[in-house]
Nanobody
Framework: QVHLVESGGGLVQAGGTLGLSCVAS????????MGWYRQAPGNRRELVAT???????NYADSVKGRFTISRDNAKNTVYLQMNSLKPEDTAVYYC???????????WGQGTQVTVSS
């Protein structure tokens, strides 16, 4: 099992910045990819950004150039730096970890990000 605990988030004005962190515990050696997803009210959960153990990253088109995902393997922590935030970035942000074997997904409890216009 892998347990994910997120921190960060909150309320910010449009154009502002926020940072999210997610610490993994448990069977962390089983994790390859970590990432962030978000879900706005009435919408499906969508990918924001992912990063694999080797450092390769993937971003949703809507956040490219504004968000940066990074990872500290020694601390089992993944970060999301969000710049130039827009009201449409408002959502609950979920940390995700995917196991190497079986592609099992683990999820954090979610943290609210609200961007006011």
């Amino acid at each position: 099992q892998v347990h994910l605990v997120e921190s960060g988030g909150g309320l910010v004005q449009a154009g502002g910045t926020l940072g999210l962190s997610c610490v993994a515990s448990g069977i962390t050696f089983s994790i390859n990819a970590m990432g962030w997803y978000r879900q706005a009210p009435g919408n499906r959960r969508e990918l924001v950004a992912t990063i694999i153990r080797g450092g390769n990253t993937n971003y949703a088109d809507s956040v490219k150039g504004r968000f940066t995902i990074s990872r500290d393997n020694a601390k089992n922590t993944v970060y999301l730096q969000m710049n130039s935030l827009k009201p449409e970035d408002t959502a609950v942000y979920y940390c995700n970890a995917r196991a190497i074997v079986g592609n099992v997904d683990y999820w954090g409890q979610g943290t609210q990000v609200t961007v006011s216009s």
